[in-house]
């Protein structure tokens, strides 16, 4: 069975520093990838999303970037974490062709 | 880009009762799930429902993609149903999921 692992659960960060969120993938191959982004109370808005190894869509500018070296493997990082990149982030994957996603538990990034 | 509206904002059932929450839609879709976010921040796929009508246990779900809402009905709730209900799709031109702003429910014992 497919299993999807996101780590760190918690983080806190200062502001200015840099940050480095990792998703990988278990029990399947070429997934569609996505990272997401949810502010408190609010619904989820959609960061990246990678077709394949190196293939990387961001949909929202901002200082966030992804990359994704392996195939099952998805990134997320930033150079210097603003007060605004505080929030819940959650990565997902999918089969190749408009199919559910499947989500992660999740980190909860807070930037002080 | 596509408009995503979940109706209502917020429900309080008591536990036992039926509810019934709606997505509309601004465009055509490729596809429509409904989620179910737990108080932990677990997002669980409920239906994946482009068209048609499903079933799952106390859950249904029914998508009008010709008139661009979807419907989740919730029967018999229990206490553990309370938690955020999303609806998102995925725009035609591929890839792109827009997510609603979720209907919050919370059911009282």
């Known amino acids: 069975s497919q299993t999807i692992h996101q780590w760190p659960a918690t983080l806190v960060q200062p502001v200015g520093s840099p940050l480095s969120l990792e998703c990988t993938v278990e029990?399947?191959?070429?997934?569609?990838l996505y990272w997401y982004r949810q502010a408190a109370g609010r619904g989820l808005q959609l960061l990246f999303y990678?077709?394949?190894?190196?293939?990387i869509s961001s949909e929202v500018p901002q200082n966030l970037s992804a990359s994704r070296p392996q195939d099952r493997q998805f990134i997320l990082s930033s150079k210097k974490l603003l007060l605004s990149d505080s929030g819940f982030y959650l990565c997902?994957?999918?089969?190749?062709?408009?199919?559910?996603?499947?989500f992660g538990p999740g980190t909860r990034l807070t930037v002080l | 880009g596509i408009q995503v509206e979940q109706s209502p904002p917020d429900l309080i059932l008591q536990e036992g009762a039926n509810s019934t929450l709606r997505c509309n839609f601004s465009?055509?879709?490729?596809?429509l799930q409904w989620f179910h976010q737990n108080p932990w921040g677990q997002l669980i796929n409920l239906f994946y429902?482009?068209?048609g009508t499903k079933q799952n246990g106390r859950l249904s779900a029914t998508t009008v993609a010709t008139e661009r809402y979807s419907l989740l009905y919730i029967s018999s709730s229990q206490t553990t149903d309370s938690g955020v209900y999303f609806c998102?799709?995925?725009?035609?031109?591929?890839?792109?999921?827009?997510f609603g702003a979720g209907t919050r429910l919370f059911v009282k014992a």
């Open positions: 997902a994957w999918s089969v190749r062709g408009p199919d559910t996603q499947y």
């Open positions: 029990g399947t191959s070429n997934p569609n």
């Open positions: 990678s077709v394949g190894i190196g293939q």
């Open positions: 465009d055509s879709v490729n596809n």
């Open positions: 429902i482009p068209s």
């Open positions: 998102a799709v995925e725009s035609t031109g591929g890839f792109k999921t827009i």
